[in-house]
Nanobody
Framework: VQLQACGGGLVQAGGFLRLSCVAS????????MGWFRQAPGKAREFVAA????????YYAESVKGRFTISRDNGQNLVNLQMNSLKPEDTADYFC?????????????????WGRGTQVTVSS
């Protein structure tokens, strides 16, 4: 499975961005999907995840209520809608495919990663 993320950019605090991740090479509808981020000088951290059917979603406390993850298995697409962005959301964002139908919060549970898309939030 190849994953390609896009949609990053520069936005002012309070603004919004929508990240998308397209999977190719193999259907990913049987697996959970997740988004992680890595800020400069910091470890990669969990942001959000969604189960194979889209019926269950999971969020880091820092983004809960502001970010929404969704998927379209017919399009092999996972989206991350990010609202009310804060400067501390600035990071490279990565989408990843889980090894399981129900995704976890640790990167070790994911076996395919896309390249990051950069998000910069100015104050």
């Amino acid at each position: 499975v190849q994953l390609q993320a896009c949609g990053g950019g520069l936005v002012q605090a309070g603004g919004f961005l929508r990240l998308s991740c397209v999977a190719s090479g193999r259907p990913f509808g049987n697996y959970g999907m997740g988004w992680f981020r890595q800020a400069p000088g910091k470890a990669r951290e969990f942001v959000a995840a969604i189960s194979w059917s889209g019926g269950s979603t999971y969020y880091a406390e820092s983004v809960k209520g502001r970010f929404t993850i969704s998927r379209d298995n017919g399009q092999n697409l996972v989206n991350l809608q990010m609202n009310s962005l804060k400067p501390e959301d600035t990071a490279d964002y990565f989408c990843a495919k889980s090894k399981y139908t129900v995704p976890g919060r640790t990167e070790y549970e994911y076996d395919h990663w896309g390249r990051g898309t950069q998000v910069t939030v100015s104050s």
